[in-house]
């Protein structure tokens, strides 16, 4: 049975710094391409970053370039998201999300909220 477990949300004043993790299981974990998105209320999802599989290279949305840092351990079938000088508008429920040739899968999301 696949799952994606996030964990490390929860409220943050503006300027702080978080850092999600999503463990995976019940599928090879190295061979995805790993993703973490974030819905807003309101808003559509909207894809935050990527980190590859094979070589490890890895993208963001200009909203978070410079802020926010995507890694991933294959050991430990986890990946992170390090997320640095958090602003209001970074609010909103982060999910991770694993694409592959045989699947595509999404956790339940963990939420994040910025706030004084």
């Known amino acids: 049975q696949v799952q994606l477990v996030e964990s490390g949300g929860g409220l943050v004043q503006p300027g702080g710094s978080l850092r999600l993790s999503c463990a995976a299981s019940g599928f090879t974990f190295r061979r995805y391409t790993m993703m973490w998105y974030r819905q807003a209320p309101g808003k559509e999802r909207e894809w935050v970053s990527h980190?590859?599989?094979?070589?490890?290279?890895?993208g963001y949305a200009d909203s978070v370039k410079g802020r926010f840092t995507i890694s991933r351990d294959n050991a430990k079938n986890t990946l992170y998201l390090q997320m640095n000088s958090l602003k209001p508008e970074d609010t909103a429920v982060y999910y991770c999300?694993?694409?592959?040739?045989?699947?595509?899968?999404w956790g339940q999301g963990t939420q994040v909220t910025v706030s004084s």
């Open positions: 999300n694993a694409r592959g040739k045989l699947g595509d899968y």
């Open positions: 980190i590859n599989n094979g070589d490890g290279s890895s």
